[in-house]
């Protein structure tokens, strides 16, 4: 660069300059999004979170559905089509306004829709895809188990076969959308293997009641699944997943979403001290000009956006089809981590203003609690790294 070329003004809102590796058709999609969640979401989710309610979830589904939102990054049958970076954008901007939010999209469209269409039949697909990518019919998916929760291999839900139809019995537990839900992905043990099952949840002898008391992920809605021989017919099953890697697959690609999130949730959380830091007054001055503070908002920063760039570049590897699971297991382990770790210090800068839902800090500080261990816990991510980089499998 010549010593004339003016270089240009730093963004203390993009201090890495990562836009520039967005296609404006990427940053219409996150345009799109941040106003819909600017609208419909931040106006009223601290009082959701407080009453731990998802008032009008239905709506929101819908209205997620016309803006593209639901099973983005899925090809056909209504869906958008969208790149992994433009999926990861969203859910980045979801998790800014609630994990809560963020979580209905993921398991609509990464886990329940992914699982049809990478596996399901033709005649599943044209059934389910289409009204779940308008947000007409809510999916859930049905994988851990009150007892079992990282060893899915050990679940207890079984499919036997009756003449020609399944029969399903089990019970599934912290299932997001289970008692909004049109439709459930259910995974259960049968002779021939683990295999997933497409329930329509007015089905006899299904049940979802919804878990009540969480401290956590308050604006959504958790739920217990209850199959209490649940006849279903022949064609109900995934014909394409046969044992643990089809669930597993799906989970990887709803992880990948948890990276770009959890980074939503941190930003939150750090434009919220910078905010309170230039205008919160201590000692005749603003607490932003003092070093301890400034040092605070550093580290921040560079936590942020480095977890940013991380998200970014698995994306970019998720559309090149190059990326492994082990790569989405580095992106959630190493970005809820400093997502949480962003959040408390953020609200040690708001004092005790911190724990107010008037700012939206320890609402995401709670949230990112079951963030960490929903989908693969600090430790299971820790072991499938551990087996990658030594060869010998820790699991067991």
Partial sequence: ????????????????????LLEPEDLAVRDTVRAWAADRVLPYV???????ELPGVRELARELGGIGALGMSLDGYGCAGASAVQYGLACLELEAADSGIRSLVSVQGSLAMYAVH?????????????????????????????????????????????????????????????????????????DDGIRGFVV????????????????????????????????????????????????????????????????????????????????????G????????????LADMAVELHKGILLAHHLGRRMDAGRLRPEQVSF?????????????????????????????????HATNLESVLTYEGTVEMHQLVLGKALTGIDAFR
């Avoid at 001055?285 to 605070?296: E, H, S, V």
């Fill in 331 to 363: 992106g959630k382990l190493n970005n809820v981590r400093e997502a949480i770790d962003i959040c408390r210090t953020a609200r040690t800068v708001l004092g005790a203003n911190g724990i107010s839902l008037e700012y939206p800090v320890m609402r």
């Fill in 46 to 52: 601290a009082d959701w979170y407080e009453k731990g």
């Fill in 118 to 190: 990478r596996f399901g039949s033709e005649e599943q697909k044209q059934r389910w895809l289409p009204r779940m990518a308008s947000g007409e019919v809510i999916g859930c998916f049905g994988l851990t188990e009150p007892d079992i929760g990282s060893d899915p291999a050990s679940m207890r839900t079984y499919a036997k076969r009756d003449g020609g139809d399944w029969v399903l019995s089990g019970r599934k537990m912290w299932i997001t959308n289970g008692s909004v839900a049109g439709v459930a992905v259910v995974w259960a043990r049968t």
């Fill in 200 to 283: 329509p949840t007015d089905s006899a002898g299904f049940s979802a009641p919804e878990i009540k008391h969480k401290w956590s992920l308050r604006a959504s809605v958790t739920s217990e699944l209850v199959l209490d021989d649940v006849r279903l017919p022949a064609d109900a099953v995934l014909p394409g997943a046969t044992g643990l890697r089809g669930p597993l697959s799906c989970l990887s690609h709803a992880r990948y979403g948890i990276v770009w999130g959890a980074m939503g949730a941190a930003r939150s959380c750090f434009e919220a001290a910078v905010d309170y830091a230039k205008t919160r007054e201590q000692f």
């Fill in 285 to 296: 001055r603003p607490i932003g000009g003092f070093q301890l503070t400034q040092a605070k």
């Fill in 1 to 20: 660069m010549s010593a004339s070329a003016k270089l240009p003004p730093f963004d203390p809102a993009d201090p890495l300059g990562l836009d520039d």
